[in-house]
């Protein structure tokens, strides 16, 4: 395990300016809590309410970057932090600004062979009826760089009026969306810890939403939800996942830690729906559990991260 005294001052960024502010809030309060608890000097670090001049003329020795979404998984917190020469944990520029694009992840998959289902991004809702022949009527609209589920809409018989509305509701969320094919199964992720030859996924965990559906609100809230690590599948399924999930992490160019989350149809495809360079990390979330079904405890996971932080090479 790595000792605490060696991680120096650590900032934990969290909060920011994305959708996702407060589950970064959630995601980052627990990280300090842990860190501390563990004897590191960490103070947090909102670039959302702090100037990042601030962050300068403070000279940390590294950074645990806990922010979601647009501004903070995306390469541009990384692109300041290469900048000011402070190492931080997780993907480095490229693979963050690829890994918080959606259509940019799953044309990078299919590229080399990786299952993703077949999807495009529309700005224009007059390519809405060319969409329908495309893709056929069971569809999820979806933004390409948001999280956290908000503004996914899912549609069964979608026709060329019900596609024209759930675009234009996920496009309040961001204008950029993704229309892609709805795949029908058990929802699962894949959580990877390392880079390169060295990345290790941790045990899959299935994700047991009320009705299939795992949305912005029972992902943080109650108990709706169920779980299951490892994932109730033969050891056959559970490698085949595992193996497409390290690939998919490595094909992204990810580090230090990440998340893919997969779907699995009744006949056994799997399809990889995107990744989370930043996975969350509050109560509810799914790569401290994964960490736990082998024995890792939240603080262990954290300091484990935190001790990988780097800037590119
Ligand atoms: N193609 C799809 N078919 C069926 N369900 C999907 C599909 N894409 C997304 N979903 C559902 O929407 C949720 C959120 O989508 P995801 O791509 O993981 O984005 P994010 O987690 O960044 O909001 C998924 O966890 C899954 O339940
Ligand atoms: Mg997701």
Redesign the pocket.
Same mark, same amino acid.
Not at 146 to 150: E, L, P
Not at 180 to 183: A, G, K, N, P
């Given at each position: 395990m790595s000792d605490a005294r060696n991680l120096g001052r650590v900032a934990v960024l969290m909060g920011g300016r994305s959708s996702e502010r407060e589950v970064s809030l959630s995601s980052g309060s627990g990280v300090l809590a842990a860190l501390r608890s563990s004897g590191v000097d960490a103070v947090s670090f909102d670039p959302g309410r702090q100037s990042l001049a601030e962050l300068e003329s403070a000279r940390f020795d590294r950074v645990f970057n806990m922010l979601h979404g647009v501004g903070g998984e995306d390469g541009t917190i990384q692109g300041v932090l290469e900048w000011l020469r402070v190492p931080y944990t997780g993907s480095g520029v490229l693979a963050s600004a690829i890994g918080i694009d +959606?259509q940019a992840t799953c044309a990078l998959w299919e590229s080399i062979g990786l299952p993703v289902?077949k999807?495009r991004v529309v700005t224009d809702a007059a390519e809405v009826p060319a969409l329908l022949a495309e893709l056929g009527p069971s569809l999820?609209v +979806?933004p390409n760089k948001?999280?956290?589920?908000?503004g996914?809409v899912?549609l069964e018989d979608a026709t060329a009026e019900t596609l024209a509305e759930a675009i234009r509701s996920s496009q309040e969320v961001e204008t950029d969306v993704i229309v892609?094919?709805?795949?029908h199964g058990r929802?699962f992720t894949c959580a990877l810890l390392g880079e390169g030859a060295g990345t290790q996924a941790l045990p899959v965990v299935e994700i047991m939403?009320p009705g299939g559906d795992?949305n912005s609100v029972n992902k943080y809230q109650g108990n709706e939800v169920k779980y299951a690590c490892p994932a109730p599948l033969d050891d056959a399924k559970t490698e085949e996942m595992k193996r497409l999930a390290v690939e998919a992490y490595r094909a992204v160019g990810a580090r230090g830690w990440g998340r893919i989350?997969t779907?699995m149809e009744p006949d056994g495809t799997i399809?990889l729906?995107?990744i989370?360079t930043n996975p969350g990390m509050t109560p509810h979330s799914l790569v401290p559990m994964a960490a736990r079904a082998i024995g890792v405890s939240y603080e262990e996971l954290v300091l484990r991260v935190a001790a990988e932080a780097r800037l590119d090479r």
């Open positions: +959606k289902p999807g999820v +979806k948001d999280g956290s589920s908000f996914v899912k892609e094919q709805r795949i929802e939403a795992y989350d779907m399809y729906l995107e989370n």
